[in-house]
C-alpha cells in the first residue's frame, strides 16, 4: 500500500473545501431518492402521539430506576457499573430522542417534539438551537466536506482520534467550555455559519441555563463534599457519551464522502431488538436520510418498501466495526480508499411525478384544475403552463393551489406532508401554513406562494 496524501483534510465551514463544494454543485445538491409510491410514503409518515409516549416513557422509567440504582450502591464498587448504564441512558440514549424530537418526526404534536428535544439536548450538552440548524446542514449537504458540520471522522481517520472520540476526554470538556462561551455571548465561527442572527439571543439564553445548572451541581457537590449532584447532573454529558458514539459511529464512518447519494455514504445496519429501541430505529440510517418525514417507528416499513434499490444492509454491529475498522486501516495511509463490497443497484430512482398539464385562463375566467377527487391530505403535481405547483387538499377539506419548490431548498413540495393545515417539506421537516403560506417551523424563513381553489360541479378552480 502507497501513502497518497496523510495531511488532514480541511473540513471547516469556510475553507477552501466549503468552496469547493459550492462550485461542483455539492452544496444544496439534489440527491439520489429510491421510486416509492407517493401514497405509501404519506401512509408510512403518520405520527401517533401515542406510540412516542410509550417508547418515552419506558426511557425515563429505565433513567429512574438506574439512577436509584446507583443511588442505593453508591458506596460500593457497585456504583461504577450503576453510574455508567445511568450514564448510558441520560447522556447517551437521549441522542436518538433528540434527533427525533428536533425533526419532530416522534410525536404528531409539536409541542411534545419540543418538551423532550429542549431536555435532550442538554442531557448531551448539546446547544439546542444550533444542533438544530447544524442537522438542517447535515440533511442538506450530508458527509459533503466543507458543508456538514457533522462529519465525525475527518480523513485520514485515526485509531487515536477514535480512542478519543470515544473516551470523551477532550471533546466533552471542549463542547462544555463552548457552551460557556455562548453563555458569555461568544459565538463561534461555526455558529455564525449555520444559525441565523435571529436565533443567537435564544441560543445564548440557552447556554446560560445549561451553565447555571452544572454551576448549581458544583456548588452542590463542593458543599456536600460528594460527587453525586455532578454525577447525576451534568456528569452524564461526560461519561455517557461513549453511549451515542457507539451507534452514531455506524452511520457514516469509512464511507464515500462528496456524493449526492446516501447509499455511498451511508448504512443501514441490521441490530437487535434492544439496541433498535435504545437508538430509536437509526440504524435504518439510510431510510432516514432520503425519507426524514417517516418517524423512527415506521423505519423498518420503509426499509422494506425501498431495500431492493439500496445497498444490501450490514448484517450486524460487530460486522459494522469491522467494516469501519478495516476501512481506517486503509483510509489513514491513503484517504481516497474506498470500501470496496458495497453493491449498490443501478435503478433510477424516484420517477418524475406524474403532473397534470394545463393552461392559464387568461383574462376572462377560471383556470381549471381538474376534478376535485383529492381526499383529505392528498396532494398532487400540477403544472400550469410550464410553472410547477402542488396542488392540496387540507385535512380540513379545503383545497389550496401552492409553489411545488420549497422556499428554504431543493426540495419538491409535491412529496411532502399534510398535517392539519400545514404541508411539511420532505427534505428537513420545516413548516409552511396553506392558509397564509406563512412558514410555521424552521429551517424555513420565507413565506410560499399559495392560492385558494374554489369547487364548483366537482371541478377545482382558481381565478
Ligand atoms: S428544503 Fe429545507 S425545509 Fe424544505
Redesign the pocket.
Known amino acids: 500500500m502507497t501513502a497518497v496524501q496523510t495531511t488532514l483534510r480541511d473540513y471547516s465551514l469556510t475553507g477552501v473545501e466549503a468552496a469547493a463544494a459550492l462550485e461542483n454543485g455539492l452544496a444544496n445538491g439534489r440527491w439520489f431518492q429510491a421510486d416509492i409510491d407517493p401514497k405509501r410514503l404519506a401512509e408510512l409518515s403518520v405520527r401517533t402521539n401515542g406510540r412516542a409516549a410509550v417508547d418515552m416513557a419506558l426511557w425515563i422509567a429505565l433513567i429512574i430506576g438506574s439512577g436509584l440504582l446507583a443511588w442505593t450502591v453508591r458506596d460500593s464498587w457497585w456504583a461504577i457499573p450503576a453510574f455508567l448504564l445511568y450514564g448510558a441512558l441520560t447522556g447517551g440514549a437521549a441522542d436518538a430522542r433528540w434527533h427525533e424530537c428536533g425533526h419532530g418526526t416522534a410525536f404528531r404534536s409539536g409541542f411534545l417534539n419540543d418538551l423532550f428535544y429542549f431536555p435532550a439536548s442538554f442531557m448531551l450538552n448539546r446547544q439546542a438551537l444550533f444542533w438544530r440548524w447544524s442537522h ?1 446542514r447535515h ?2 449537504d450530508t458527509i459533503i466536506r466543507g458543508r456538514d458540520a457533522e462529519i465525525v471522522f475527518p480523513r485520514p481517520p485515526s485509531f487515536t482520534a477514535a480512542a478519543l472520540l470515544f473516551s470523551n476526554v477532550k471533546n466533552g470538556p471542549v463542547a462544555m467550555l463552548g457552551t460557556v462561551k455562548t453563555a458569555f455571548g461568544r459565538l463561534d465561527e461555526n455558529t455564525i455559519e449555520l444559525v441565523p442572527p435571529e436565533d443567537h439571543r435564544r441560543l445564548i439564553r440557552h447556554a446560560r441555563v445549561y451553565a447555571l445548572i452544572w454551576a448549581a451541581a458544583i456548588v452542590a457537590s463542593l458543599v456536600t463534599w460528594t460527587p453525586w449532584p455532578v454525577l447525576f447532573v451534568g456528569g452524564p454529558t461526560l461519561y455517557g457519551a461513549w453511549f451515542y458514539i457507539f451507534f452514531g459511529i455506524t452511520q457514516h464512518a469509512g464511507l464515500q464522502e462528496n456524493v449526492l447519494d446516501h447509499r455511498y455514504s451511508t448504512r443501514t445496519v441490521l441490530m437487535n431488538p434492544v439496541f433498535r429501541f435504545l437508538y430509536l430505529n437509526m440504524n435504518y440510517h439510510i431510510e432516514h436520510h432520503m425519507f426524514p418525514t417517516v418517524p423512527y417507528y415506521a423505519l423498518p416499513q420503509l426499509h422494506e418498501e425501498i431495500k431492493d434499490q439500496l445497498p444490501p444492509p450490514n448484517p450486524s454491529t460487530l460486522h459494522t466495526y469491522a467494516e469501519i475498522i478495516e476501512a481506517f486501516r486503509h483510509q489513514n495511509v491513503d484517504p481516497d480508499w474506498e470500501i470496496q463490497n458495497r453493491h449498490i443497484p443501478d435503478v433510477p430512482g424516484r420517477r418524475a411525478q406524474i403532473v397534470q398539464v394545463t393552461e392559464w385562463a387568461g383574462d376572462s375566467g377560471r383556470t381549471d384544475l381538474g376534478p376535485a377527487d383529492l381526499a383529505p391530505g392528498d396532494l398532487r403535481a400540477v403544472q400550469i403552463a410550464g410553472v410547477d405547483f402542488v396542488l392540496v387538499r387540507t385535512e380540513d377539506g379545503d383545497h389550496v393551489l401552492a409553489d411545488r419548490r ?6 419538491d ?1 409535491s412529496m ?1 406532508l399534510v398535517l392539519g393545515c400545514e404541508l411539511e ?7 409552511f401554513d396553506l392558509r397564509t403560506g406563512d412558514p410555521t ?4 424563513r420565507q413565506p410560499l406562494g399559495v392560492q385558494p381553489v374554489t369547487e364548483s360541479d366537482g371541478r377545482l378552480y382558481i381565478t
Not at 425 to 431: F, L, S, T
Not at 441 to 444: E, G, H, L, M, V
Open positions: 438542517f440533511h442538506t420549497c422556499t428554504h431548498g431543493e426540495a413540495l411532502g417539506c420532505p427534505k428537513h421537516n420545516g413548516r417551523r424552521k429551517p424555513i
